[in-house]
């Protein structure tokens, strides 16, 4: 991994405001006589707000990063820190828990299951985590109304175009943490929409 480059400018040392703490994080592959050292000692903070934009050659580690930040791969050594909570330290059974409730991933190749609607796709996470069907439908037709697709929650990921495919990841791709918590992280996530989707 060779740069990354931070887009939005200042950065502020408050650690509370950090989303995201990156410490000295390792992701080696191989063993001793074949080691790929994709990820070698990252260092970074991201601040609420932020957007980050993670650049190198093919082959230079981006995917190794992105996956060990959203907690879908395991670091060889260091500390990765979202919202102050360290997810290298969370175990193995609580991940996917860990992971619905608090991060949002689009998949390069979306990744959407083939046997599932547009809109079961959006909703299967939403479903796992315990919402109430009520709950889920309002969701699900926030967020395809303002990605603009709507008008395909009943068709296949087949019968879509690409972009229709992405757009789908896009709305799937938001955390849905349930309980009280819900309501002021749905406020804050609407006023990151407006200023990502207008
Ligand atoms: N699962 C793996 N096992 C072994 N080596 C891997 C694995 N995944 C990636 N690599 C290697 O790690 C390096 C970084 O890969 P990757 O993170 O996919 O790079 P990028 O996304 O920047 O193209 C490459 O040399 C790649 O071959
Ligand atoms: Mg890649």
């Known amino acids: 991994m060779e740069q990354t480059q931070n887009q939005a400018g200042t950065k502020q040392e408050s650690f509370n405001h950090q989303t995201l703490r990156l410490e000295h994080v390792k992701k080696y592959y191989g063993n001793h006589g074949n080691i790929t ?20 050659a093919s082959g230079s580690g981006k995917t190794t990063l992105l996956n060990c930040i959203a907690a879908i791969d ?6 990765i820190f979202v919202s102050g909570q360290d997810i290298t330290a969370i175990r193995e059974r609580n991940l996917a828990d860990f992971r ?15 046997t599932l609607t547009i809109g079961e796709n959006i909703s299967m996470a939403q479903i796992i985590s315990g919402a109430s069907p009520k709950v889920i439908d309002r969701r699900v037709a926030d967020i395809a109304g303002k990605l603009g697709i709507s008008g395909i929650l009943g068709k296949f990921p087949y019968e879509v175009s690409g972009g229709q495919k992405q757009r789908c990841a896009c709305a799937r791709a938001h955390p849905c943490p349930e309980g009280r918590k819900d309501l002021h992280r749905d406020t804050q996530r609407q006023e990151d929409e407006k200023r990502i989707f207008h």
């Open 74 to 79: 395991s670091v060889t050594s260091g500390h």
């Open 100 to 114: 619905r409730e608090n991060l949002g991933f689009i998949f390069q190749d979306f990744n959407l299951l083939d």
């Open 37 to 56: 050292k994709a990820v070698d000692g990252i260092s970074l903070h991201v601040d609420q707000g932020e957007f980050v934009a993670v650049m190198g």
